[in-house]
């Protein structure tokens, strides 16, 4: 776990609000949290807050144990299943059977996103990098030349479990698309 600290300290490709620098991962983390708490009242559906909340962070220390993967970069994408796999096989198998099952069990139900609260975990999950880059003028997407439809493409999921939260994003893209932060 010690090499996993060390990492929660990496930069994501997200900025921070004032575009100063990097999103790390302990940012991100802390973040989705605490909208998961902030975003409940808003699902459309009723969920576990705490159990999400869980399964988030669960999610992002297998994650950041296994190289954050970039949401646009196809390439990187192509062998995340198995690294997160391999990490998660690792970082469970450290802890004592029960809690490293329950652990797993839970971080598998987010993965498969097949239930209420995976659902909105993974919506969750998605929603401050795109009002981070909202708030920064777009940085993280112009420095990856990233298009609209990719944004509305990959973040389509949010829009199930948080309709009102994806009504507003979504005109919130097509804004940013206008005012020139992302490609048409």
Excluded at 26 to 36: F, M, N
Excluded at 44 to 60: E, G, T, W, Y
Excluded at 95 to 103: N, V
Excluded at 150 to 163: A, S
Aim: hydrophobic fraction near 50%; charge should be negative.
């Amino acid at each position: 776990m010690a090499a996993c600290v060390s990492q929660c300290f990496l930069s994501r490709q997200s900025w921070i609000t004032d575009g100063s620098r990097q999103e790390n991962s302990a940012e991100h983390s802390w973040h989705a949290a605490l909208s998961a708490l902030v975003l409940a009242p808003y699902a459309a559906f009723p969920v576990n807050v705490d159990r999400v909340i869980r399964m988030l962070l669960l999610h992002d220390i297998v994650e950041i144990d296994a190289g954050d993967t970039f949401l646009y970069d196809d390439q990187a994408a192509a062998d995340q299943a198995a690294r997160e796999q391999a990490a998660a096989d690792r970082l469970f198998g450290l802890l004592p059977f029960e809690q490293g099952s329950a652990d797993r069990a839970l971080w598998d139900e987010f993965e498969a996103g097949a239930t209420p609260d995976a659902r909105f975990a993974k919506a969750v999950d998605r929603v401050n990098p795109v009002l981070l880059n909202l708030a920064t003028q777009g940085v993280g997407w112009q420095r990856h030349g990233i298009r609209l439809e990719q944004v509305l493409d990959r973040n389509r999921g949010i829009e199930g479990p948080l309709p009102a939260v994806w009504a507003v994003l979504r005109r919130r893209l097509e804004a940013a698309a206008s005012a020139g932060w992302l490609l048409r």
